[in-house]
């Protein structure tokens, strides 16, 4: 198995609770992409890669298709086999999938592909698809025109090291990408809404590079994150507040 980046092993590892509660969910309307630019439906089966505590793992399972899901982080395996009781829970790694070759219809990444994006994992992938099966891939992005989102970037952006991001476009290197069409982007507006410490401070502490600090630092950082809801006049005395994202859903077919 490849030995997973130190931010997402320990950092996943140690705040497994913290993400399943502060990760946002998915707009209504990645429903209807999953249908339809992955063709999942009853009869068919889908691998969710790199399935973390299984929040995207329900979606795929409310298609009907038959869901398998991988995750290499035990505590993050564990919080996913007691949220999605019905699915398979497999150990292993994109760049190693413990299934045999022409599995599955479809492979989806949910907040993960920018961690393995590389031609070994992508030639697994392929390898575990059949022939016109569809990968997808999909993150939540925060919405930075918001002055307050903007100000949550500022707090993180000093620990974040060579952790791999999203937002770095690194991912995109390995397309074109041997065996596959081309990529194919919709783009859904999303408002994770709920209690400031849940979708704000839960949302921060959760991501790898913050969760992996030591708990000193880690204290300081939540701090801050107070501070801002306490002082921010969008924030501030709000039982719930709506924190805005753009789901970003790439999609693209395995060639014959």
Not at 66 to 88: F, G, H, S, Y
Not at 106 to 129: P, S, T, Y
Not at 177 to 185: Q, V
Request: proline content about 7%.
């Amino acid at each position: 198995m490849t030995v997973i980046h130190q931010a997402a092993a320990q950092g996943f590892a140690s705040q497994a609770d913290t993400y399943a509660r502060g990760r946002p969910e998915y707009p209504a309307e990645i429903d209807t992409w999953l249908r339809g630019a992955l063709a999942l439906r009853a009869g068919r089966v889908v691998l969710d890669l790199g399935a973390g505590t299984g929040k995207f793992t329900r979606r795929l399972v409310q298609t009907g298709a038959t869901v398998i899901a991988l995750e290499p982080v035990a505590q993050m395996r564990a919080q996913l086999a007691d949220a999605v009781a019905p699915v398979q829970a497999l150990e292993g790694s994109a760049e190693a999938i413990p299934l045999t070759d022409a599995s599955v219809d479809a492979v989806v990444c949910a907040q993960a592909f920018h961690w393995f994006a590389n031609v070994r994992a992508l030639a697994e992938i392929r390898r575990v698809l059949r022939p016109g099966g569809r990968l997808g891939l999909v993150w939540n992005v925060r919405d930075e025109s918001v002055d307050w989102v903007a100000q949550l970037t500022a707090i993180m952006a000093p620990y974040e090291g060579d952790a791999p991001r999203f937002y770095k476009g690194d991912w995109k290197r390995v397309f074109p990408a041997e065996g596959f069409g081309p990529l194919a982007l919709q783009s859904l507006p999303y408002a994770h809404v709920g209690p400031p410490r849940q979708v704000i401070v839960d949302r921060v502490m959760s991501v790898s590079f913050i969760a992996s600090l030591p708990e000193p630092e880690q204290a300081c950082v939540r701090a801050r994150l107070h501070a801002l809801i306490d002082q921010h006049p969008a924030l501030s005395d709000r039982a719930e507040v709506a924190f805005p994202y753009r789901t970003e859903a790439y999609h693209c077919e395995r060639l014959a």
